[in-house]
């Protein structure tokens, strides 16, 4: 009976040092400009689509980080070319607890005008669990050491109840931007919220969304999209939903991630500072430096 007693002493002590750990520290959004260095992306008008979504990325950054309890940190600072893999890694680097990926679309033929968002789809969420399990190094799943060592049978299991939450958080995330993005500006009208496999959303633990702007091959959305005063807005918009979905998300999601910081990375690193990947080290790679003989 003790032993019982002294358990749930435990458990309860551990639960509200997550409640106070996640109500102290902010909540790290990662924000991941598309495209960059020999990958222009899209292309319209003379606008590159790398340029265009690093530009709306430090303005959304600025919008972030004055929301309380937000902070906000980028997987490019420059033009330089990032892979997709190395933008979630990066993001996990940060201690990110989300992660929204922003581009700017194209149509060789027709017409089409507004903002979109993307979340995985329920089969690539499945077919990317696999990946994950069989071909990926285990520290880049969940964010650090929680699979190393484990089976397959583990892994997948362990993969699938971070899956699970992350999906509904991701549902609630992406509308949560829409609404904020509906205030301040025009969403495709049909479907704004659009399911599709793309490499950068499929971490497991993280919720994560791309955001398509508009369209660079539309000269009223080409317009729009160039303008400061409308990248502000929309910002501002994006970063409101966020602060949204953030006040009601669950304690477990927010607390600090198991990564910290070795260097800083300046006090610009939201806006136009350097993340390098080897100034981040993982909290289990550091005490395995300290230890070494």
């Known amino acids: 009976m003790k032993r019982i007693s002294h358990i749930v002493s435990a458990a309860v002590f551990w639960i509200m040092a997550q ?3 996640a109500t102290a520290a902010d909540v790290v959004i990662a924000l991941d400009p598309g495209h960059g260095g020999g990958d222009p992306g899209a292309i319209a008008g003379g606008v590159l689509e790398k340029d265009l979504v690093l530009s709306f990325a430090q303005a959304l950054a600025r919008s972030v980080d ?19 893999a190395e933008r979630v890694r990066r993001a996990r680097w940060a201690g990110a607890h989300v992660l929204i990926s922003i581009h700017a679309d194209a149509l060789a ?4 005008s507004g903002v979109s968002v993307y979340s995985l789809s329920p089969a690539a969420a499945v077919e990317t669990a696999k990946l994950l399990v069989e071909k990926a190094p285990r520290s880049d799943v969940i964010a650090g050491a929680a699979l190393a060592g484990q089976g397959d049978d583990i892994a997948h299991l362990l993969v699938d109840l971070a899956q699970r939450s992350t999906l509904h958080e991701t549902q ?8 904020g993005l509906q205030a301040r500006t025009d ?7 659009r399911r599709a496999g793309f490499r950068v ?17 539309t000269d009223q959305d080409r317009e729009r999209l160039t303008s400061k005063a409308w990248q502000r807005r929309a910002a501002e918009g994006l970063a409101t939903g966020v602060a949204s979905w953030a006040a009601t998300a669950p304690i477990a ?7 910290r910081k070795v260097a800083e990375c300046g006090t610009e ?14 909290e289990a790679a550091v005490v395995k430096e300290t230890n070494k003989p």
């Open 19 to 21: 409640v106070a750990a």
């Open 66 to 84: 004055r929301k309380p309890g937000l902070s906000a940190m980028l997987t490019r600072s420059d033009d330089s070319f990032v892979p997709l």
């Open 109 to 112: 033929n027709g017409e089409a």
């Open 172 to 179: 609630r995330l992406a509308d949560a931007v829409l609404d």
């Open 187 to 193: 969403l495709l009208p049909t479907r704004p919220h």
């Open 201 to 217: 959303l499929m971490a497991p633990e993280m919720p994560s969304i791309l955001v398509e702007l508009g369209f660079l091959s």
């Open 253 to 259: 999601l927010l607390t600090p991630k198991p990564w």
């Open 269 to 282: 690193n939201a806006i136009g500072g350097s993340c390098a990947p080897s100034r981040w080290q993982p």
